[in-house]
């Protein structure tokens, strides 16, 4: 997993953490919603502003610089020579 060069293992782990509070608490708070409004609607409004935050964040955040430059006092890699030649 190209997230982090040195501490992938511990990404992963909040991330599935945080899914599984997610998957957890997500049906109760449907119920609720759907108790309250006596329709599905502020369900599926409530999801959808949560997924257009969730995209903001990521656009706000994401980074296309390879993870090898950002290590420091690293060198980048050469490439090895084509053996065929």
Do not use: C, Y
């Not at 049906?27 to 599926?44: C, D, I, Q, Y």
């Not at 690293?74 to 090895?80: H, I, Y």
Request: aromatic share 6%; charged share 15%; net charge negative.
């Amino acid at each position: 997993m190209d997230v982090s060069s040195t501490s992938g293992g511990l990404i992963s782990g909040i991330g599935n953490t945080v899914a599984s509070a997610a998957s957890s608490i997500g049906p109760l708070v449907v119920a609720h919603l759907n108790e309250s409004s006596g329709s599905w609607r502020m369900s599926f409004t409530s999801v959808a502003v949560l997924d257009i935050a969730a995209a903001g964040v990521f656009f706000a955040f994401a980074s296309t610089t390879p993870i090898e430059n950002e290590r420091v006092g690293s060198t980048p890699e050469v490439p090895l020579q084509d053996k065929a030649k």
